[in-house]
């Protein structure tokens, strides 16, 4: 079979590891709140009524895209522009190419900057194929003006965190909606790990600060992996209304 991402593939290696998937959208939690196309995801009303729900649907096609045969990659992909079209045709106007950019390019970053934080360095050549793989997926989707290679990624990220990111009342529901359906204690840790993982303007427009505390336990849960605690703890910090969805994670992701 072929498979649309290489059975030896660095992405598989970044999106097999459930915990590092659960911060790659922690960072992308912070970053869609300050998006200027955010109202897009607003519109239909299911990213604030449930942000972590969308979180593991969003999960869900991630996994048949990396992990699956051509055919059903692509079926995947066809269906999030069924999906689009749908939303585009209810407003009476076009998803903006810049917000599906950025979306690559968060998708991007967060697989480099969650797998390095949990698990070590990757090479060039290996960040070049993460690019390489979100760029296939953009041109299946019909986004235009996509890079070429890491360094071209590079210089278009640092635009568009420049150009694509503002502090909006949209930014400020969000977090509210995060704080409302996480809890206080589990509101901390998020957005203590999207410090951790966020480049500087997004630390910026948001005042996000570093935690020792945080830290401290990062290094705990890393030790927690080595004697199999880690998905215990991955529960406590999931509502309970989210946890037998998160043991799917698991099983889905190393399908």
Same mark, same amino acid.
């Given at each position: 079979? *072929?498979?649309?991402?290489?059975?030896?593939?660095?992405? +598989?290696?970044?999106?097999?590891?459930?915990?590092?998937?659960?911060?790659?959208?922690?960072?992308?939690?912070?970053?869609?709140?300050?998006?200027?196309?955010?109202?897009?995801?607003?519109?239909?009303?299911?990213? @604030?009524?449930?942000?972590?729900?969308?979180?593991?649907?969003?999960?869900?096609?991630?996994?048949?895209?990396?992990?699956?045969?051509?055919?059903?990659?692509?079926?995947?992909?066809? +269906?999030?522009?069924?999906?689009?079209?749908?939303?585009?045709?209810?407003?009476?106007?076009?998803? @903006?190419?810049?917000?599906?950019?950025?979306?690559?390019?968060?998708?991007?970053?967060?697989?480099?900057?969650?797998?390095?934080?949990? *698990? +070590?360095?990757?090479?060039?050549?290996?960040?070049?194929?993460?690019?390489?793989?979100?760029? =296939?997926?953009? =041109?299946?989707?019909?986004?235009?003006?996509?890079?070429?290679?890491?360094?071209?990624?590079?210089?278009?990220?640092?635009?568009?965190?420049?150009?694509?990111?503002?502090?909006?009342?949209?930014?400020?529901?969000?977090?509210?909606?995060? =704080?409302?359906?996480?809890?206080?204690?589990?509101?901390?840790?998020?957005?203590?790990?999207?410090?951790?993982?966020? @480049?500087? =303007?997004?630390?910026?427009?948001?005042?996000? *600060?570093?935690?020792?505390?945080?830290?401290?336990?990062? !290094?705990?849960?890393?030790?927690?992996?080595?004697?199999?605690?880690?998905?215990?703890?991955?529960?406590?910090?999931?509502?309970?209304?989210? +946890?037998? !969805?998160?043991?799917?994670?698991? !099983? !889905?992701?190393?399908?």
């Amino acid at each position: 079979m *072929e498979f649309f991402v290489a059975k030896d593939s660095v992405v +598989r290696t970044i999106w097999g590891k459930p915990d590092t998937v659960l911060f790659i959208f922690a960072g992308a939690a912070a970053e869609f709140a300050l998006n200027k196309s955010v109202d897009w995801l607003y519109f239909t009303g299911k990213l @604030p009524a449930d942000p972590i729900g969308r979180l593991f649907t969003t999960v869900s096609y991630a996994k048949q895209i990396v992990f699956s045969g051509t055919p059903e990659a692509v079926g995947a992909i066809d +269906r999030i522009n069924q999906i689009h079209a749908a939303v585009e045709s209810k407003r009476g106007q076009l998803i @903006p190419q810049d917000a599906y950019r950025d979306v690559l390019f968060m998708l991007v970053h967060y697989s480099i900057s969650a797998f390095e934080l949990l *698990e +070590r360095k990757l090479t060039d050549i290996e960040k070049e194929e993460v690019v390489n793989v979100f760029t =296939r997926v953009g =041109r299946r989707m019909g986004i235009t003006l996509l890079p070429i290679g890491y360094n071209a990624w590079k210089q278009m990220r640092g635009a568009q965190l420049e150009n694509s990111l503002v502090a909006s009342g949209y930014t400020a529901d969000l977090y509210a909606q995060y =704080r409302k359906h996480l809890g206080f204690l589990r509101y901390y840790v998020l957005i203590h790990v999207q410090y951790l993982v966020t @480049p500087p =303007r997004v630390k910026h427009l948001l005042n996000l *600060e570093p935690s020792l505390i945080l830290n401290a336990l990062l !290094q705990c849960y890393k030790w927690s992996r080595k004697i199999k605690m880690d998905e215990m703890i991955r529960s406590l910090l999931l509502p309970v209304k989210y +946890r037998q !969805q998160a043991r799917l994670l698991d !099983q !889905q992701l190393y399908c």
